[in-house]
Each structure stands twice: as C-alpha cells, then as structure tokens.
C-alpha cells in the first residue's frame, strides 16, 4: 500500500529483521525481535525501513479484538505523517479481521503519539494497567 510522502506500507520480512530492530531498540533499550511471524507491518521508503506497527487481533467470547504494539518511527522521518499512516491502516486491518476495537497502551511522556490516537479517535480509557512478567519468577513463585 502506498501511504504518505512516497511510503510503502507492507507486511515486515525476514530482510527487514535487523532495521525493525534498531527501531525497536527506540522503544526500549531491552527490546529484541524474538518472533518471525509476528503481525506487523513496516513504512518503507527508498528501500530503508522508516517506521513499523504491531497489530495482534485475537479471538475472545464476544468476538475479535486487537492490540497495537511496536509504533515507532525513525528520529529522521517523524512529523511527515508515517506514524498516521501506519496506525490508519493498522485500523482497516483490524476492521476487516472484524475486530470490534483496538487497545493500546501509551506512556504520559509520549506525548506526540498520545495526540497522534487522540487524533484518529481513540479515547483514553479510566483502567488499570496491569502485568505479569513472565520471564522473572512471580511473587508466589518466590515463596
């Protein structure tokens, strides 16, 4: 799909491995491409990929759902409407995988991509975020 400013938006590939990482490590110092087949999608631009997104759509009682994860842009090409494009079609994959809504999460310090969700109608939500880190032994496991 072609997108804004001369992108191509596309499902990610093994080829892209390394750039999707060095975008990752954007997000977080600690982040590591660990999945193959994972449900994203990059922003490419004259071969060099510029920006990616995440888009988890799972099954649940009352019908599908999704999750958006992993939208980061490059230092170099942000504020030229990647990020946009990226979630806007993040959204019409969710729509025709026949999700009834996207959830997402974004840090109070990200305050460009908060106005960014904002701005393509998502409304914050008075929730509790919680988790579970799998990968370090659980208070009950420890006892």
Not at 9 to 32: H, M, T, Y
Not at 110 to 121: C, D, E, I, N, V
Request: net charge positive; proline share 4%; charged share 30%.
């Amino acid at each position: 799909m072609a997108g804004a400013g001369g992108i191509t938006i596309r499902p990610w590939a093994g080829r892209d491995r390394e750039q999707v990482q060095n975008l990752l490590k954007l997000l977080s110092e600690d982040a590591l491409v660990k999945s193959e087949d994972a449900p994203t999608y990059v922003a490419e631009r004259d071969g060099r990929v510029v920006g990616t997104v995440t888009l988890c759509v799972f099954r649940t009682l009352t019908g599908p759902k999704a999750y958006l994860d992993h939208l980061v842009v490059a230092p170099d090409s942000r504020r030229r409407g990647i990020g946009r494009a990226l979630v806007e079609y993040a959204i019409e994959k969710a729509r025709a995988a026949g999700a009834s809504r996207i959830d997402l999460t974004a840090k109070s310090e990200k305050q460009p991509g908060r106005a960014l969700y904002r701005s393509l109608g998502f409304q914050k939500r008075d929730t509790a975020s919680f988790r579970l880190n799998l990968t370090e032994p659980t208070t009950a496991a420890r006892r």
